[in-house]
Each structure stands twice: as C-alpha cells, then as structure tokens.
C-alpha cells in the first residue's frame, strides 16, 4: 500500500477518498471507517476491506451534486411530506458548501433512511436531505450523515 504510506497528513477516519487498486484493477471511493485494515464504506453502505496494493489515493470532497434551487416545488414539497417536515419554505442548500473546509467526523449517526430526536426529523431520499434541523451544528452533523448516503441537497423546513 505503498500509496498510502506517502499521503500527508495520514489518511483519518471519516474522511472521503477515491482509491486505484491494483489487483484487481478498478477505482473505489468512499468514506473511511477502519484503517487496520482499511476499509470504505461506499454510498451503499457496503464496506470494502482494501487487502492489495493502492496504486494512488486523493482525498475527495461530498459529491456535488445539481444546483438545489432548480428542484421543482413540487418535488422538494413531497420530499418534505415523506419527512414529515412540510412547515414553513424550503431553505435550500448544496451539503458540499455545507461541509465546506470541515473536518470528517470518524462516525456518523448509525440510522439509515431517517433520523428523528424528540421533535427533529430528518431523511434521505435519493440525492435529498429533508430535515426541519436548524441549529447549525446538528445540521452539519445530518450533512455527514446524508453524504455518506449520497446525498447532495439538503432542504430545511422550519
């Protein structure tokens, strides 16, 4: 893994990267759960015990995802109804603008799907995160949640 042995600073738990493996060949990103052995967990959910070489390694930001403010009403609505979170306009954001210039957390909330503590509710739905947190913190943590399931839009329902 001779890769990563030159990667400064060393890779951390909770952080995103794209992998080329060598045997066999092909690419792998996802987020780092394990380091001894290493291991990713992909946008599935599935984990990937890297056992062979790493040819080349970069860290990779949350995915970017389309511009949120082009949703249809109708869409981010229905979203917002299957979240249980249908108060108050959407407030829409990119989650990787979120998450911007912020450390990985080694472990996100374990739920997948949805997430709820006493009156806050959130869920994933495809490339969207409905939740009616606004406290900036929690939201960031739902962000990290979200992107680990390939989400990239988050809207807030206040």
């Known amino acids: 893994m001779d890769a990563l042995t030159r990667l400064r600073p060393p890779l951390a738990l909770g952080e995103r990267v794209s992998l080329r493996l060598v045997e066999?060949?092909?690419?792998?990103?996802?987020?780092?759960?394990a380091?001894?052995?290493l291991t990713l967990e992909?946008?599935?959910?599935?984990?990937?015990?890297?056992?062979?070489?790493?040819?080349?390694?970069?860290r990779v930001g949350p995915a970017l995802g389309r511009d949120p403010r082009l949703a249809p009403r109708a869409l981010l609505d229905e979203?917002?109804?299957h979240a249980g979170v249908t108060a108050g306009e959407p407030e829409l954001h990119r989650i990787s603008d979120l998450l911007a210039g912020r450390p990985a957390p080694a472990e996100v909330f374990a739920e997948r799907g949805s997430w709820s503590s006493g009156e806050f509710r959130a869920r994933v739905d495809g490339e969207w995160l409905t939740?009616?947190?606004?406290?900036?913190?929690?939201?960031?943590?739902?962000?990290w949640w979200a992107s680990r399931q390939?989400?990239?839009?988050?809207?807030?329902?206040?």
């Open 24 to 33: 066999p060949a092909r690419d792998l990103i996802g987020f780092v759960t």
């Open 35 to 37: 380091l001894d052995p």
């Open 42 to 58: 992909d946008r599935h959910a599935r984990l990937h015990v890297v056992d062979g070489a790493v040819l080349a390694i970069r």
């Open 79 to 81: 979203l917002a109804e």
């Open 131 to 143: 939740t009616n947190v606004s406290e900036p913190d929690v939201l960031v943590s739902l962000a």
């Open 150 to 158: 390939n989400a990239r839009s988050v809207q807030v329902r206040r």
